[in-house]
C-alpha cells in the first residue's frame, strides 16, 4: 500500500461513516480509478466480517450503453438491479466522483438522463434508510478540476478527510440547535432574496455518515413554502453537465422560472424528470473551514464555510422532508461578500461569519 | 474505439455465444484490464435492450478481503450474492483470466482458497444452467505469460475469437458423434494409461458458448468407472497457483494417489475441497488448429489440438455428468509425442492426428 492516508481513509469509511458489522452485504459502487481504495475496503470490511461485492460505476461504459439502448430499455429498471440495492446493508459510492474523465456524459443528450434518472428513482428510494455513504478517491480528472497538482490535491483531501469528526460535530451543533428553533430563513445576496420554511423540520448535522468528508448543517424546506429568487454563482458538474449561474424563482415552493449562464437547457431538462424535481428538496451551509479552496467538486464545495447550497429534487426524509425525485441537484451559492443569512427575522451570518464566532 | 476487433469480439460473445434478447439481465464479471471489451459489450448489450451490472473481479482486492477474513466469513456465502446470481439471465466472465497479475492469489493459504472454494459452490451450481460465457480481453500479464509481445498477442487472440465458429462446429461433431457411440474411452501417452467409462454419456462440441475462444470435444465421464494413471505434462495457472507435472491414479473413479512436480500442496488441498473434488468432472479433446501455441492459459491452452484434458470436481450436467463440487481444475496433456486414443478398443487418434484426417 503506498499511501497509508488511502487506508485510514478505508477505516474511516468503514468503521466510523457506515459503521459495518458482521455479516452485513456491503455494496461498492467503484472505478478503476478508485482501485487502491477499494483494494483497502475490500480489507477493511474482511476484518469486520462483512461480504461485499464491487459494481464497475465506469461513466464510459454507462455512456456506451446509454447511446445505443432505445427508450423502452432507458425507462426500465430491472428487478434484479431493484433487489440487489434492497437487500444490501451498506452501499459506498466511490464512483460517483472518481471517473477518469468527469465529462463522459457530455455529449449524452439530456433526455437520455432524464429518462434513466426517472427509471432509476426505486434505486435512491431503497437505500435512503440504510447506511450509505458518498466519499471519493483522489483522482487525476478532479485534480485537474481543482487546478492542482495530484499530490496537492491529495494533501488536500486528505486532510480534509482524516480528522477528528466527532469534535467537528459538536462544533456544528450550534448552528443545528439554533435552526432546529427556527421556522423561517430569509438569505440575502446579490442577486437573491429568499425565504423558506423549515418550520417543523428536523435539521441535521452532516459529520460523515452520508458523506466523506462533510461539514454542513441541512434540512428539507418545506416543500410549498418558498418565496423568492436565488443566484448561484459557483459552477457545478453533473454528469458532466457544467451549470454556472444558475438562477431560480419560487413561489409556493414551484420553481417557476429557471435560467443559468451555461447549462441551462440540461437544468430545464433536469427539473422536468418528474413534479419533485421543481421543488426544493435541501437546504445546506457549509461549515468546514479545512475545506479551503473551491475544486469544482460539489462533494466538497458545498461543505466550504461561507457558502450554503439549496437542492431541487429528493428530499431527506430523516430531515422531516417529503418531497420525491429521482434527481438531487445541489447548486452552490458564495456568502462571503453581502451575504446576509436570517433566522426568523434575526441575522444570524453576516460580513463573512456567524454571529457567535 | 481503438481495436476495431474488440467490437468484433463483444458481438460474438452477446449475439453469437450468449444468445442475449430483450430484456435479458446480465450479469459481467470483469477487470479494469478488460475495460475495452467491457465498453463494447455494454455498447452490443443496449443494443440488444438488454440490463447489466459489472462486477468487478479484481484479484487483489479478492486477495486483501481473503487475508483479512476469519474462516466463519470465509465459509458464508451472503444471500443476496447467490441472489444476483439466480435471477440473472446471462453471465459473461471477463474477469477469470483477465487480471493484471495472475500471481496475486499466489501468497493466499491453499486452506484459505479451499474454504471460499467451498463456500462459493453454490454459485456454480446456480448458472450451471443458464447461458454464461468465459472469455477473455487480451492484457498484458497474459501476453508475458505467452511469452510474446502484446501486439502479437492480440493478433493471436483475435485470429482465435474472430472465425466462422458454424463451420468449426460441424468439422467438430466428426469426433463428437463418434464419441456419442463409445463406451470406453483407454488412452495411452508417456508415463499414462488410463480407462475411462463415458457409458450412456452425451458427449459435447464447444463451439463458443460457455468458452471463447473454443474448440474441443468433451464429455464427463461416468463418475464410478475411472481406472489408471495419467501425467499432465503441461502446466496450468489456477487462482496463481501453477501446477506442473500433476499425475493422478484412479480407482473405482476416486482418485488414490496425486503428486506433482510443482504445485503439489495446492492440488493436494483443493483435492480436499469436497467428496466431488477427488472424482472427474470432464475429459475433454482439443481441437483447435488456429491455438497453434501454448500460452499457459488454460481457456486456450486446452483447445489446442493434439491435447487433451482433464478436470477434477464439477461436471457438465448437460453431457450426462453428476458430478457436484465446488471446484473444476483442468489439467492437460500433450499427445503429440506417441499418445494414441482408442474408443471401445479401436485407436482414433495416433501418430499426431485423427485416424479421418
Redesign the interface.
Known amino acids: 500500500m503506498a499511501d497509508p492516508r488511502v487506508l485510514e481513509h478505508a477505516r474511516i469509511i468503514v468503521n466510523y461513516s457506515c459503521k459495518v458489522k ?2 452485513d ?1 456491503v455494496l461498492i459502487f ?1 472505478t ?1 480509478e478508485a ?1 487502491d481504495l ?3 475496503l ?6 469486520a ?8 460505476a ?1 461513466d ?3 455512456r ?7 427508450e ?2 432507458l425507462s ?1 429498471l ?4 431493484l ?2 440495492f434492497k ?2 446493508d451498506v452501499l459506498i459510492n466511490l464512483g460517483a466522483f472518481s471517473s477518469s474523465n468527469n465529462q463522459e456524459m457530455s455529449d449524452v443528450p439530456p433526455r437520455t438522463l432524464q429518462v434513466v434518472a426517472g427509471a432509476m428513482r426505486p434505486l435512491s428510494d431503497a437505500i435512503m434508510n440504510k447506511r450509505w455513504n458518498i466519499t471519493l478517491h483522489p483522482t487525476m480528472a478532479l485534480a485537474q478540476d481543482a487546478k492542482m497538482s495530484y499530490e496537492a490535491y491529495c494533501d488536500f483531501v486528505y486532510s480534509a478527510i482524516i480528522r477528528d469528526w466527532p469534535k467537528f460535530e459538536s462544533e456544528m451543533r450550534v448552528l443545528s440547535d439554533k435552526m432546529a428553533r427556527t421556522k423561517s430563513v430569509h438569505i440575502v445576496g446579490r442577486d437573491t432574496d429568499i425565504t423558506l420554511s423549515i418550520d417543523g423540520r428536523r435539521p441535521k448535522v452532516s459529520s460523515g455518515d452520508h458523506n466523506m468528508p462533510s461539514g454542513e448543517v441541512f434540512v428539507s424546506p418545506v416543500e410549498t413554502k418558498v418565496e423568492g429568487q436565488v443566484y448561484f454563482d459557483l459552477p457545478i458538474i453533473e454528469l458532466g453537465h457544467e451549470i454556472k449561474g444558475a438562477r431560480l424563482t419560487f413561489h409556493n415552493g414551484l420553481v417557476v422560472k429557471s435560467s443559468a449562464e451555461q447549462g441551462e437547457e440540461y437544468l430545464k431538462a433536469m427539473l422536468q424528470v418528474d413534479e419533485g424535481a421543481k421543488r426544493l428538496g435541501e437546504l445546506g451551509i457549509g461549515m468546514n473551514k479545512g475545506i479551503n479552496r473551491f475544486t469544482r467538486n460539489i462533494l466538497l464545495d458545498e461543505k466550504m464555510a461561507d457558502t450554503i447550497h439549496m437542492a431541487v429534487g429528493r428530499a431527506y426524509e430523516e430531515t422531516g422532508g417529503t418531497n420525491k425525485s429521482a434527481i438531487h441537484i445541489d447548486m452552490i451559492k458564495s456568502m462571503k461578500e453581502n451575504g446576509v443569512i436570517y433566522f426568523d427575522g434575526e441575522p444570524i451570518y453576516k460580513d463573512g461569519k456567524f454571529v457567535w464566532e
Not at 475490500?42 to 476484518?47: H, Q
Not at 466480517?49 to 464497475?56: K, N, P, Q, T
Not at 456506451?64 to 432505445?70: E, G, I, P, V
Open positions: 458482521r455479516n452485504f467503484a478503476a482501485h477499494v483494494v483497502a475490500a480489507s477493511e470490511l474482511g476484518r466480517g462483512a461480504h461485499y461485492v464491487v459494481l464497475d465506469d464510459q461504459t454507462r456506451a450503453y446509454l447511446l445505443t439502448s432505445d423502452e430499455t426500465a430491472p428487478p434484479q438491479q433487489n440487489l437487500d444490501s
